[in-house]
C-alpha cells in the first residue's frame, strides 16, 4: 500500500508562489506515474498536472501551463508542484495522487487510473 501526503498549502496573495509538496510511504513510488489534481468548492475534481515514472515526461492542464511545473525525487519517494503567478481561481483543495501500473510513460490526465490518493492540502489565493 502506498500512502501519501501533502503539505505546502496556505494562503497566497494573487501573483505569488507556493511549492507542494507530496510525500510517499509503504513503498517506493519510483516506478509510478504521479498527478496532481484539485477540487474547488462546489466543482468536480480536476486535472493539474502529472509526471512520469523517471520525471522526463510531464503533462499539465491548460489553465496552469506556464505558471506550474511538477517534478518528482525519486531519492526522497516526494513529488512536488511549483505553482507561481497564483490567480484567485487557483484556489482549491490540491491533492497528489499515484497511478497503479509501472514504468508509464505518459501520464495520464484521467482522474480514474489514479488508485492511491493523499488527504489535500488547501491553497487559497486572494486577489
Known amino acids: 500500500q502506498v500512502q501519501l501526503v501533502e503539505s505546502g498549502g496556505g494562503l497566497v496573495q494573487a501573483g505569488g508562489s507556493l511549492r507542494l509538496s507530496c510525500a510517499a510511504s509503504?513503498?517506493?513510488?519510483?516506478?509510478?506515474?504521479m498527478g496532481w489534481f484539485r477540487q474547488a468548492p462546489g466543482m468536480e475534481r480536476e486535472f493539474v498536472a502529472a509526471?512520469?515514472?523517471?520525471?522526463?515526461?510531464?503533462d499539465y492542464a491548460d489553465s496552469v501551463m506556464g505558471r506550474f511545473t511538477v517534478s518528482r525525487d525519486s531519492a526522497e519517494n516526494t513529488v512536488y508542484l511549483q505553482m507561481n503567478s497564483l490567480k484567485p481561481e487557483d484556489t482549491a483543495l490540491y491533492y497528489c495522487?499515484?497511478?497503479?501500473?509501472?514504468?508509464?510513460?505518459?501520464?495520464?490526465?484521467?482522474?480514474?487510473?489514479?488508485?492511491?490518493w493523499g488527504q489535500g492540502t488547501h491553497v487559497t489565493v486572494s486577489s
Open positions: 495522487a499515484a497511478d497503479s501500473r509501472f514504468w508509464v510513460d505518459v501520464p495520464t490526465k484521467e482522474l480514474a487510473r489514479y488508485d492511491y
Open positions: 509526471v512520469n515514472w523517471s520525471g522526463g515526461r510531464a
Open positions: 509503504g513503498r517506493t513510488v519510483s516506478r509510478n506515474a
